[in-house]
């Protein structure tokens, strides 16, 4: 009973991150054969990259071989130039070879994430030869075999095949008259983000990657878009908080990555609420004559940054997804007045009702409370509208300019709303309170 | 040439959600039968709905059946009370009854996801025996030949073999030699986001839907898991934008629902900033004295406010992802309060020199303007500290007490942190300038 349990694939995997690479080595070490090859090959390509390395010379090549090439491929990425030379070398020539073509392609190209295992078959095999054939393709590691990709003699792609129609189709049939001719194909270049819509829009499972001439490179599936579409979420949402997106999970990115993912945006927002300090300081002379307006600015300019804040992250979103376009813009912008006209309507008559029924609101506001409160009310109207439009249309110009949406992110919104808020409060504060307070 | 380009699929998707019922129902016409086939089966349910609702009575049932079962739950489910019945009398006995058991599952539920075709055999078939079978399963409509399931009499799950390993093995074998027994299986009430996170913890293609006695009911494929994490990263980016999620794209909500989702958290966010208000109220002396003071406090919370949202937007994302736990909390903790004394410090630094270097700042701000300076930079580096610890802090909390951390949106947390920020700012103020300004 004193002896500890033994450990598991899944006890490693919830404390890994936490480990230290001494602890890694020495957890890996303790799971058994089959435990430890799990284990492994649900890791990613950077914690791939860390086994290999810590495994004793002699077993390095076994580990490395355990993986598909586009695997292999994350592994290498994650390896400094001089490591790469020696993970090369523990493949054998032909892997090395579909390797070295994968590493050629971006990261986050449609090629950075395609797999070279595809089957494949001649166009004039019979149904009946087709399936012997894949029955042998399928011995050796191929990524799936939901499709059968049709290739001519100079690796053309032809056509494609469903396993399940192959299946249900009459032996003696030629591949050619079973085949789909209309595809839905990428080519090599395409961006990751790109291609995950593509999946969505024609409900994919599997895409071929082809090249300028037509020729089939590989396929990229569905698993891989998951990862995508994850991936490409937390980058925008990253954004949208008012940061660079990190390019490795919370735990696994250095102190100084973070600090430097989040100080650039900072600054940028602090300048850029200077701007506030200066467009303050033209009103210094209002506020010493009525220090009431103070007290109510951040009221004010903070509903014209949510209202802002809500705007973009929705228009972000929806152009990410593509539920709607940048030709959309005038729907868009309908669509946005008419809701920051009624949201502006209900948070305007909160405010003025918030000062008008203060106890004893004569006493703490002085006797103009009542046209205090028509000011704040209107401003806040303002600034709703305004914060609104200003969020919505700023995702759709940052995309017209070929710039990230996600950039308009509630920080920056919220900033650039302040600065113009406190314009659109002076402004009627000095037009609505002239003669009294001002 | 005069002669208006036939409609094809793409055009009539690409204009679709900006037609009129009566426009959707003639263009949808003007389709040929293959293009309208294809344009339908791409279709959200809820408009798949309104394609069958229109259609001359004796072809809806046409269409209907068109829709594998899983499809016209959704259908179904886009229809209210009144509508089911008929749509119900539709479908064939059979596909009735399987309908009928799927409508029983919440939306949002494996059982819900599922779809009930799978390939199924018996273990005591040999390989050969199985391939045949599956021959003929597969002119029926399944929803992926890549997993074969093997049940007992009672449609207990005992194990499963992958296409490419029964495609591989020896044709006299049993498949209770060749089939693993050691799954992954998911019970039927389990929450999508839950189902998602274990496709992308196990790099699942497919995973069976088990009632409480091991009895398989369906499968959950990845392509409807693409769908769930687009669908969660959606919501939780709505819910960081300050905003109660939609339940449909951009265009498709009413501009009352929209108005609805967005006016609780702004109604909640505006009173938040009263308590602003009534802190600066506190400090109305103080304000009057040196007026400086108010001039440089938007820039001083907005600092603390930017902070927090980097903040909770990381750990948010990093929960619903599955990159850290609730027990991590400490660890969470101790990151946050170095990143942000190495951003409050910069930041800070900025802060003074914009006045210490103002030109004629002396002029400006009067012959304590160092004096000021400090104050503002000491402020800026309490409020950012504070802020990121809130910011992190506050999404665990909340996951902790079983609600939404993507509650912890953006404006939330900066209005948590201009409410502190004010007491963070005065209270410094009243030590630093204590018998110079104030």
């Known amino acids: 009973m004193e002896e500890a349990a033994p450990l598991t694939a899944d006890d490693l995997r919830d404390t890994w991150p936490m480990l230290s690479p001494e602890d890694r080595r020495e957890g890996f070490e303790l799971l058994g054969r089959a435990e430890a090859e799990e284990f492994y090959l649900d890791l990613d390509g950077e914690d791939q990259l860390e086994v290999v390395r810590t495994r004793p010379e002699g077993q390095r090549a076994l580990w490395l071989r355990l993986l598909p090439p586009d695997d292999i491929v994350d592994v290498l990425q994650a390896a400094d130039e001089a490591e790469r030379g020696w993970l090369l070398a523990l493949l054998d020539d032909f892997t090395r070879e579909e390797v070295g073509a994968l590493l050629a392609y971006a990261e986050d190209d449609a090629g950075g994430l395609m797999s070279t295992r595809f089957v494949r078959v001649r166009p004039d095999m019979t149904v009946d030869e087709a399936i012997r054939y894949l029955r042998k393709q399928a011995r050796e590691r191929v990524e799936t075999l939901s499709y059968t990709y049709v290739l001519d003699a100079h690796q053309k792609l032809l056509g494609v095949v469903s396993f399940r129609e192959l299946f249900a189709a009459p032996g003696e049939k030629r591949i050619s008259d079973v085949m789909h001719t209309d595809l839905v194909t990428v080519p090599e270049h395409m961006d990751q983000e790109e291609v995950g819509r593509l999946f969505a829009q024609f409900d994919l499972v599997a895409v071929p990657v082809v090249d300028a001439e037509g020729v089939m490179k590989g396929i990229v ?94 228009v972000t979103r929806a152009l990410a997804v593509g539920d709607l376009r940048l030709r959309d813009w005038r729907r868009v912008l309908g669509r ?11 948070l305007a008559t909160v405010g003025l009702l918030r000062i008008l029924l203060w106890p004893d609101a004569a006493g703490h506001y002085g006797p103009f409370y009542a046209d205090i409160g028509v000011t704040v009310a209107a ?60």
């Open 221 to 314: 599936t569905i698993d891989d878009i998951v990862d995508v579409v994850e991936e490409e979420a937390t980058e925008d949402i990253q954004k949208l908080g008012g940061m660079a997106a990190l390019d490795a999970p919370y735990f696994q990115v250095s102190l100084w990555e973070m600090v430097r993912a989040r100080a650039g945006w900072l600054v940028v927002l602090m300048v850029g609420q200077m701007l506030t300090a200066t467009a303050l300081d033209h009103y210094e002379a209002d506020i010493s004559k009525a220090v009431v307006l103070a007290i109510f600015l951040p009221l004010v300019v903070s509903c014209g940054g949510n209202s802002g804040s809500q705007a973009s992250t929705l």
């Open 336 to 346: 946005e007045l008419s809701a920051s006209a009624l949201l502006g309507g209900l």
């Open 379 to 438: 401003s806040v109207f303002g600034v709703v509208v305004w914060g609104a439009t200003m969020g919505a249309m700023l995702p759709l110009v940052l995309h017209r300019l070929g710039l990230d949406p996600a950039s308009a992110s509630a920080p920056f919104v919220a900033t650039l709303s302040d600065v113009t808020g406190v314009l659109i409060y002076f402004t009627l504060a000095n037009t609505l309170l002239a003669g009294t307070l001002l």
